[in-house]
Nanobody, 122 residues
Framework: QVQLVESGGGLVQAGGSLRLSCAVS????????MGWFRQAPAKEREFVAG????????SYVDSVKGRFTISRDNAKNTLYLQMNSLKPEDTAVYYC???????????????WGQGTQVTVSS
């Protein structure tokens, strides 16, 4: 059974930075394309960023391009999201999951972690 544990969220002013982490267990981490998703209040969960098995390919939703950077450490079974130049509209609960492909952006695992709250004040 896969376990996804997100951390690193918090309250930050607009223009600030945060680094999120996702620890993955119960699966061979390096065998999965991984991604970050977020869900803002009263909105559906959306794909934010994805990264290929080895980290050589990445994909981002347009609204975060140039501001967010996804990375992974396969030796530590950990996924990261560096978020810079944060905006109030980035406020959401952030989740990690595997994704079927970088183009489909569909989450792989049916179960989700608890997520980590990111709040950006104006």
């Amino acid at each position: 059974q896969v376990q996804l544990v997100e951390s690193g969220g918090g309250l930050v002013q607009a223009g600030g930075s945060l680094r999120l982490s996702c620890a993955v267990s119960g699966r061979t981490f390096s065998s999965y394309v991984m991604g970050w998703f977020r869900q803002a209040p009263a909105k559906e969960r959306e794909f934010v960023a994805g990264i290929s098995f080895s980290g050589g390919w990445t994909s981002y939703v347009d609204s975060v391009k140039g501001r967010f950077t996804i990375s992974r450490d396969n030796a530590k079974n950990t996924l990261y999201l560096q978020m810079n130049s944060l905006k109030p509209e980035d406020t959401a609960v952030y989740y990690c999951n595997a994704v079927d492909t970088l183009s489909s952006r569909r989450p792989t695992f049916a179960s989700w972690g608890q997520g980590t709250q990111v709040t950006v004040s104006s």
